[in-house]
């Protein structure tokens, strides 16, 4: 059992598929734990405001079996209700990472497992970062301009840098990779509270208000541009970070 504060870095309404408005942005929540419920794993919140969550994966013994997200109906449902909603408001998604979303489909002893079964953890992430891909790639093809991924589960003081490079970072970059391979179009937005510091390139923003910046460009781009270096919800800002590999 966790507090929604350590589960959820957010910042927007924890109801399922529901939205607020930031700034010029409809922003619709991942904290709903949209994708990790899509798959089957019991997530309901207390009375106390804590997340009480029955796992799907309850031990490496058993053979993996990850369906693909895009068969979901809770998955369809939120990218009708993009698509429905894209035609008068702008969207920015939030979305886990794939060590965040292994996080909350496994028990606490995930941490433990990267060092007993990492063979097991490895085949798992590879999947996620497949599937996640495919449900961002049709969040953009269905009027999504900005993706927001956070990786809140992977924390270096927890898992050491080493195992953060390996089961978090990793992950983090094949997944950014596949993104700006697809011939898609929209900003992917980092959290740089916990994602891997990949190297930046600074660009003046075409106005001081960073929301009206990240319109902007994400009405304007013709490819993936990933952005990192500060909040997506940073009020106003001088420049932009685009993320070069």
């Given at each position: 059992?966790?507090?929604?504060?350590?589960?959820?870095?957010?910042?927007?309404?924890?109801?399922?598929?529901?939205?607020?408005?930031?700034?010029?942005?409809?922003?619709?929540?991942?904290?709903?734990?949209?994708?990790?419920?899509?798959?089957?794993?019991?997530?309901?919140?207390?009375?106390?405001?804590?997340?009480?969550?029955?796992?799907?994966?309850?031990?490496?013994?058993?053979?993996?079996?990850?369906?693909?997200?895009?068969?979901?109906?809770?998955?369809?449902?939120?990218?009708?209700?993009?698509?429905?909603?894209?035609?008068?408001?702008?969207?920015?998604?939030?979305?886990?990472?794939?060590?965040?979303?292994?996080?909350?489909?496994?028990?606490?002893?995930?941490?433990?497992?990267?060092?007993?079964?990492?063979?097991?953890?490895?085949?798992?992430?590879?999947?996620?970062?497949?599937?996640?891909?495919?449900?961002v790639a049709a969040a953009l093809e269905n009027g999504a301009l900005v993706i927001s991924l956070s990786d809140y589960h992977a924390q270096r003081n927890l898992l050491g840098q080493a195992r953060f490079t390996s089961f978090a970072a990793e992950y983090q970059r094949g997944l950014l990779v596949m993104l700006t391979q697809s011939g898609l179009h929209g900003v992917i937005h980092l959290c740089p509270q916990s994602f891997e510091p990949f190297p930046t390139k600074a660009q003046r923003a075409s106005d001081r208000s960073y929301q009206r910046s990240l319109l902007q460009t994400a009405r304007q781009s013709d490819s993936i541009v990933i952005l990192g270096g500060q909040c997506p919800h940073t009020r106003y800002s001088e420049n932009l970070y685009k993320v070069i590999f």
């Open positions: 059992m966790k507090s929604r504060s350590d589960e959820n870095r957010f910042c927007v309404n924890h109801n399922e598929l529901t939205y607020e408005t930031d700034g010029l942005f409809t922003v619709l929540s991942e904290r709903s734990f949209t994708l990790s419920r899509a798959y089957g794993a019991r997530i309901t919140e207390t009375a106390s405001g804590f997340i009480d969550a029955e796992p799907l994966i309850k031990t490496p013994e058993e053979p993996l079996s990850i369906p693909p997200l895009l068969s979901r109906p809770l998955v369809l449902k939120q990218l009708d209700h993009i698509k429905k909603a894209s035609k008068h408001e702008n969207i920015r998604l939030n979305v886990v990472a794939p060590y965040t979303l292994l996080a909350e489909l496994s028990p606490p002893k995930l941490p433990a497992w990267l060092i007993k079964h990492p063979r097991f953890v490895r085949d798992a992430l590879e999947t996620l970062t497949r599937e996640i891909f495919g449900y």
